[in-house]
């Protein structure tokens, strides 16, 4: 039976949608080159879709629609506001850089975007094996018409094409292990088979079979060593405006399809897959950090920095069930989901100094073309230092917050296994240390060697300030986000 | 706002202030503020020792409210009688820095000023810090402008000596980290300092434990042999950065000790007091000897903190009220008289444009009024009666002798060696005939210089003479610590 409440669960999901078909029919009729129409319609939408899933979320409800089909809790709904919160400032931050690279020729920008955050809201909502696989193929089939929105461009074409061939790859895999897992337990719905598993009346056997392929479909997604091999490439061949926007919403829906699989489904085999999880974040850290030493172009240093700091999120995610016992699990997943928000935070604002360092025919995504940005303009350098100092973990940053919630949850275990973990994530983050050190010794310490001036629209620049203060004020007084986070993992592990 | 916050928020609003005001154009205008600022950074510190309650160990000033509710983090702050002087010991010398950089500093001075002025108010944080999360955060933000003054205003070889300074100290605090962390656990969820203190923990705990507070605090100190940084960053860092470096953020490390290490694991800090006391021995006889053959004034200097910061952790870990009040001591007068050597240093630098010894020679003919201020902190470096050098290393190789005759009579020959590795600079570098033009041409100090040189010989005087206020403060703090070292927490 549909009723009410159903409507009212997806309602941010049928903004989203009709908002994109209106905003690809106004764009019709718009001839002019900067499609401001569209670029006011969409900052609108996403406002509009961030209020409403801010107001859902704070109601703290959790609504099942459909029979069940689709879930919208305060954890999906934070998660939601989020996402869109972070496409908008994707697209503050890309319009020019889009308009400039010949990318603006019809509203396919601002379109596809929006299709890709509609797959995120379906993929974080979702309840049911089906729906996340739906939402998963909405959201990259979008970002892989993304990649390649610079037809003329060979790189980005290549990274579209791997990024493709890979991303369907990873699909196929937790298309394979979800398909195991239906015929195990013969249900597709998450509660369903959460139920099923934990009657332990199926072979175990079966089951983990179908738990391998869902790790590895997610690892894929998250970019864990060894499924990480798509991440850099895609990032470097990608337009930086697209990167930005692979690199932040998407990890927020990751992140809820991770919890959606394994905690809401598969939590009675935690203990089979956090062995897995251990074994991805132990490489992640250590490939990704130590990889991203060699690297000179910015952008693939990012995308390895991106594989470390999805082993961190791994970590936070393993150390929910100990021995059985589920009672760290809201301690530890909230701990996850803070990392993963600040980690998108900290994203954006690198990007943003990236699209904004570039301007016609020349993309600042070199380590030297930061050369002397403190002497170009304090500002900026100043925002990409605390962006760096914050990606390593220094305080007063929010990225120092975000490891210790790791750590903590890591260590409050008190097994001598996760508190080795915690030690080999924290020298892992040394080395992390000397590659984001020597970003910014290359701002500060070289001279430029470029004196153009810094040029962007004022709405940039306001929001690339307030964006790296947040880093800083998030550092100080990060108490409401982490409660935030708290509250809305308890009551998904409740309900 | 208590007293506490606003030294620590004094500085650091300052330095925000100065970030803003960005053209070059204003630098005079930034000094000016810069000064004023800390003037008045100094000035709220007063009232944390003419406020201060002799005879008890409690925590004073206390400040506490919730901060991270999530984990139990509180913003907590308080003094004892072994951290209060080492605020006002940080404000103190921060106005010298900033006197130091008049002149010398002509790029970027806003960053220059603001960067010292912050770094003031998080090294103050680090000293009045009693949970452990506030702490850390302290303790780890002072790596921040330490790096970018090393790196943008300092010598030849600075990125080096900036990554070196920084991955350094970064590897042993990540390890405190973890240790805070697992006494949070331990301590079922509180980062608390006072509760640790009063926490039963088991015995191999504590000596992994011990030695994660070691790999933070002892880099910091330094202690042998992980001291290797700190001859190249000083050698390549700013002489405001020096002074800064050898004068308080030394002073963390050694101050983690008496916080944290040997209150917290009393049973481990026994048990590896023989490494510990050993370690600073090696410091002081085997670094002493390093001192002698240095070619380059700063590096003789460095290694001179080595030595004399090896007399702190000597007097920590003898464990007798003479030996801590000593260290402390200790700590207190190296912070007057390193930072006056490095700022003496500086003042040669800023003429000459050399840091090796064998450029200069015969600088007190040109120069007499600077030379005799550099002679009253030499000797203060050797320990001569009568100033703050004296006081420290004189109580710590008491205590040493009443722990033990050998190690006191080791610790002793540092004298010899500290006596001949200064003395021997200075007669290479102040007295004999002119060596060169370069020395022939050198302008005396100015009124600036005098001025600075001036309130640090004053303090090196003042607590060389009459150190009783210095340690009238310490003694119950410094009781109430030993009490606490002497009572096993095994369980």
Redesign the interface.
Known sequence: MIDRFSWIAIYPEIVLLVMACVIALVDLLDKSQRRMPAYILSVLTLLGVAALTGMYASGGQTIYGFNGLVVSDPMANWLKCFAALAVLVGFVYGRTYVLERGMLRGAEWYVLNLLSLLGGFVLISANNFLLIYMGLECLTLASYALVALRRDHTVSVEAAMKYFVLGAMASGFLLYGMSMLYGATGTLDIGGVFKAVASGQIKHQVLVFGVVFVVAGLAFKFGAVPFHMWVPDVYQGAPTAVTLMIGSAPELAAFAMAIRLLVEGLLPLAFDWQQMLALLAIGSLLIGNLAAIAQTNLKRMLAYSTISHMGFVLLALMAGVIGGNALAAANAYSSAMFYVIVYVLTTLVSFGIILLLSREGFESEEIADFAGL?QRS??YA?IMAMCL?SLAG???LVG??AK??V??AL??T?QAFY?GL??YA??M??IG??YY?RV??VM??DDPVSVAPIRAPLDMRAVLTVNGALLLILGL???AL??LC?KAIVQMLVT | MGWLSLAIWTPIVFGAVL?AL?RESQAQLVRWIALIGSLISFLVTLPLYQGFRLGTPAMQFVEKT??????NVNYHLGVDGISVWFVLLTAFITIIVVIAGWEVIQR?VN?YMAAFLMLSGLMIGVFSALDG?LF???F??T??PM??II??WGGPN??YA??KF??YT??GS??M??AF??L??RSGGSFDVLTWQSLPLPGTAQTLLFFAFFAAFAVKVPMWPVHTWLPDVHVEAPTGGSAVLAAIMLKLGAYGFLRFSMPILPDASREWAWLMIALSLIAIIYIGVVALVQQDMKKLVAYSSVAHMGFVTLGFFVFNPLGVTGGLLQMIAHGFVSGAMFLCIGVLYDRVHSREISAYGGVANTMPRFAAFALLFFMANCGLPGTAGFVGEWTVILGAVQANFWIGLLAATALISGAAYTLWMFKRVYFGAVANDHVGEMKDINAREFLMLALLAVAVLWMGLYPKPFTDVMDASVANLLKQVAVSKLN
């Open positions: 403190n304090p500002l100043g100092f220094v305080p007063p120092f917050q210790l919630s750590l903590q260590i409050s008190g508190i915690a030690v924290v020298i983050s040394l240390a000397f050190l910014i010794k500060y310490f007084v990060p108490g982490m409660a708290a | 970030l960005g919730p901060w991270i509710p999530r984990f970027k960053q999360v850390y955060m302290f780890e933000a790596l921040i790096y970018l790196g943008i600075k990125i900036a990554f920084f991955l970064f590897l990540l390890l980290l973890v962390i697992y949070y656990m």
